[in-house]
């Protein structure tokens, strides 16, 4: 651990990403103390003002403040963010132990259930199905969770198959521990650093898609405020009202940034090896 | 090399039943009908209504395995039903004027991509940590981050409204009809500008990183050294020996990201007001639309399976280690 530490100050860029994610996450906690404004009261008289002392960010068509909505959207990106990805993840690391411990025909059967949701263009997917649910911030998590998990599984399985051969594995089968203790006390400790590492990277992916979503106007609705709504209420007055379309914008900006600079800090402090497996840039979000 | 093509080609055949099989699941996730869109307007039947023709066209009271083998063999006369926009027209119709736009958008763009990327990529490696290389690893992680509907939105504000150099909407203009055939191409051409700027930056920036990361292996390998000890110039140590083997991985990437370049085409082609697969799907969503929404899926994710083909049979002409072996590395 101290190990890691060192080698994750050391890289500069790293640090930086993973204060920003920390004041993030603290702005988002405490955004009903933050916000001047309440995020969803109109005001008829202050349609469209430009940033000014009162409204730093400016307010939208029906007069609400911008910085009070955009720091409500940060709770539901963020939000989004974990809760996605923590139901990616549990979904990856249950099917690629399944496929990494058994083998054979049920390891065959996972994997070609992975190469047929990569086959999927993720947005083509995401849209389809959500044109049969009522959108709602559960149903964009649960959606954008579920069609995510793959990567993990690959990477979970991917473990297995290189642990289950190692000594210690092995020696443990020999003296009669469970399948289920080999699992959970011996292989999966050792498999989670990469699967650390993809869910820290996994969170802007995220991020992204549920913005983009919101954007369409097919994600979390308003009157709720996220990022994507804003930009999306932006787009019709951006001729008139920069502001409504630009602050949304680079707050997704410097979020995935930061995600993406913490995440690949922690990779790199972690194993140096794992730069190889450079798995990341493949189909980013869509 | 045809026992290899026959090969994937068998392998493809599965997840063409799965791509038939996730799609049918799409229509079943509802709780028992479709709801009301919370979108205003838009939605042209009501849920009862819709709920109807649906149960009509997909025989949605009948037995599941009755169903899915009703909805199988329409899939294979390549009959998707009607739309159940006012039109009425066939899906299949609705779908077939518009995958050409998205298929060429979506090649222009891979071109582009792999024709700015692979020199990005070759220059930073061969001068590591360089200016240059600095430079390039700022825009990839940039250029990560950056959702390309705010791209769209910030190049249209300054390209459309504010500088008034190119058009931000559709294909053609309206007065497309009196220019000179000559002037209709320059027109054309206007309109794809901002589309496939939007469209190719995020995958540019990945792709780079990616050339950059493999050359950089590869230039470590042995025979790098042994070509540069028999005294060859380094263009040619470079250019030739170090940059095909480093193309290599390059391919299956390609295949690998065509699935979310395609994806993309959703947003790009939503804010661009382009007729493409992209925009037909977000408006079939607004509509409540499935007979196009489901057609669209297979559609598209068939598109994408026989692309990932493509690129299989195209990475075993480049190595010929994989013919031999039959599997990839």
Known sequence: MTAFWRAFRRNQLAVVGGAVVLCLVVLAVAAPLLAPWDPHRPDVRKILDPPSGSHPLGTDQLGRDVLSRMLYGARVSLAVGFVSVGIATVIGIVLGTIAGYHGGAIDGTIMRLVDLMLVFPRFFLLLAVLAFLRPSIWTIMAVIGLTGWMGVARLVRAEFLTLKEREFVIWSQSIGASAFRIIWRHILPNAMAPVLVAMTLGIPAAILTESGLSFLGLGVQPPFATWGNILNEGKDAIEIAWWLSFYPGLAILVTVLSYNLLGEGIRDALDPRLRQAAGRFVGRSR | ?329
């Open chain 2, 1 to 329: 090399m045809l026992g290899y093509a026959l090969r994937r080609l068998l392998l493809a055949i599965p997840l063409l039943i799965g791509i038939t099989f996730i799609s049918f699941l799409v229509i079943h996730l509802a709780p028992g009908e479709p709801v009301e869109l919370a979108t205003g307007d838009l939605g042209i039947q009501s849920s009862a209504q819709a709920k109807q023709m649906l149960r009509e066209l997909y025989g949605l009271d009948r037995p599941l395995h009755e169903q899915y083998w009703n909805w199988l063999t329409r899939l294979a006369r390549l009959d998707f039903g009607r739309s159940f926009a006012p039109d009425g027209r066939p899906v299949l119709q609705k779908i077939g004027e518009r995958l050409p736009v998205t298929l060429v958008l979506n090649i222009i763009e891979m071109l582009i991509i792999v024709a700015l990327a692979v020199p990005i990529g070759v220059f930073s490696a061969t001068r590591q940590y360089s200016l240059f290389d600095k430079i390039t690893t700022v825009f990839v992680f940039v250029g990560f981050a950056t959702p390309d509907f705010w791209l769209a939105l910030l190049l249209m504000i300054l390209f459309g409204a504010q500088l008034g150099w190119l058009p931000i909407s559709g294909l053609r203009s309206l007065n497309w009809e009196y220019l000179s055939f000559w002037r209709q191409q320059l027109d054309l051409l206007s309109h794809l500008v901002l589309p496939i700027l939007v469209a190719t930056f995020g995958g540019l920036a990945g792709f780079s990183r990616y050339m950059r990361q493999s050359m950089l292996e590869v230039v470590r390998q042995e025979y790098i050294q042994a070509a540069r000890a028999k005294g060859l110039a380094e263009r040619v140590v470079i250019g030739k020996h170090a940059l095909r083997n480093a193309m290599l991985p390059i391919v299956t990437i390609l295949g690998l990201s065509l699935p979310g370049l395609i994806g993309g085409s959703v947003i790009v082609e939503s804010i661009f007001a382009i007729p493409g697969m992209g925009q037909l799907m977000v408006q079939a969503v607004f509509e409540r639309d499935y007979p196009v929404i489901m057609g669209n899926l297979v559609v598209v994710s068939t598109l994408t399976l026989v692309a990932n083909l493509i690129a299989d049979l195209a990475y075993s002409v480049v190595d010929p280690r994989i013919r031999v072996s039959g599997r990839r590395r």
